[in-house]
């Protein structure tokens, strides 16, 4: 089998992840069970220009382990405007869901630093009556 280079940056786009702020859009979660036999999230992001897996161990033995990974669940759940789900080790209503999260390169891969909401558009000025105070009838 021949592997051609530009055929699959042609097919799949060649652009790649950058550090900084990303529109991420929440693709996938698995459950996953690590080497030392905890289960914990896997969580894909989909960004412009590739995928982000972040892993949450949620359930783990230590329970400062599984604090952490309940406030950066919680980070990330305010951040697409999710307040609750049925089930943190399956929470299927992020799928979908989109928000800004900061990337930063840690090696070969990139890890997310934060969240945030997508900006909303600023609110529109209230209209005014433009008349000079003079013509205010009193």
């Not at 896997?42 to 783990?60: K, Q, T």
Request: aromatic share 8%.
């Amino acid at each position: 089998m021949t592997f051609n280079a530009q055929e699959v940056l042609d097919a799949t786009g060649s652009q790649s992840l950058t550090v900084g702020w990303q529109i991420i859009t929440v693709q996938s979660l698995r459950k996953k069970i690590s080497g030392a036999g905890n289960e914990y999230l896997s969580i894909e992001y989909r960004a412009d220009g590739g995928s982000v897996w972040v892993n949450f161990n949620l359930n783990h033995p230590n329970a400062k382990a599984d604090q952490m990974a309940q406030r950066e669940l919680a980070r990330l759940m305010i951040a697409c405007k999710c307040n609750s789900v049925r089930d943190p080790m399956n929470p299927q209503e992020l799928i979908g869901k989109q928000c800004m999260a900061e990337l930063e390169a840690d090696g070969s891969f990139f890890k997310v630093n934060s969240y945030k909401p997508l900006s909303q558009t600023p609110a529109q000025p209230i209209p005014t009556d433009d008349k000079p105070e003079d013509d205010i009838p009193f």
